[in-house]
């Protein structure tokens, strides 16, 4: 889609989520005062099975250099995103081979790459609680978020800090998934992940 796309800009819609009426409105506005920003997302209203949704401090959306926040969790709702075509493609689009937190994995590239705009206003209404939600679906999400973070082991462009949150998010997600393999005795990518451990230690 993003690449059979001809615009310059692309916003994402995924089934499940809702744009409120002015989410492409005030995200063009904001460009317009921000001429060099390429990526604006904004917050979101959670809907759970009917009911609202409080989000924790864990959970926080936010602009800037975000690289160090985004290692520990998908901090940006794809259906909140603006984002220029040329970033995208520049970055590599999603990488199709994930079947989960392709997102979380495309994210990490462009806020290793550039600063991020934020619009505090909730511009997107997040349904959840179904069963057929991705999330409700994987187990071992880490496994593909670990995936995601050991792309940036090797990128020189992280300040120190950026790399100290990297190898930190990296190693816990690393220990919960060897803790989860022995629990339940399924060693399929015991070999991958010790080998990220190690790299680490």
């Known amino acids: 889609g993003v690449q059979s796309s001809t615009s310059e800009w692309i916003a994402f819609l995924d089934s499940d989520d809702e744009w409120l009426p002015n989410k492409l409105e005030l995200q063009l506005k904001y460009l317009s005062s921000n001429k060099s920003c390429e990526f604006v997302h904004s917050n979101e209203i959670w809907i759970r099975n009917g009911h609202p949704v409080s989000q924790n ?23 909140s995103v603006l984002a220029r075509k040329s970033l995208l493609s520049d970055v590599g689009l999603f990488d199709e081979s994930f079947p989960v937190c392709e997102d979380f994995d495309l994210w990490l590239r462009i806020t290793a790459l550039v600063d991020i705009g934020f619009i505090s206003e909730p511009l997107v209404i997040k349904h959840g609680g179904h069963k057929d939600q991705l999330s409700m679906q994987f187990h071992s999400m880490d496994l ?35 803790k989860g393999f022995n629990k339940h005795g399924n060693f399929e990518n015991l070999d991958e992940i010790q080998s990220y451990f190690e790299i680490l230690t």
């Not at 401090?57 to 259906?79: H, Y």
């Not at 973070?149 to 100290?164: A, P």
């Open 144 to 178: 593909w978020r670990a995936r995601a973070l050991v792309k940036h082991l090797k990128n020189t462009s992280l300040t120190f800090d950026e790399r100290l949150a990297l190898g930190i998010s990296l190693k816990k997600k690393c220990e919960i998934l060897l």
């Open 57 to 79: 401090l864990k959970q926080q959306k936010m602009g800037g250099r975000i690289f160090s926040q985004c290692t520990e969790r998908c901090l940006i709702a794809p259906s």
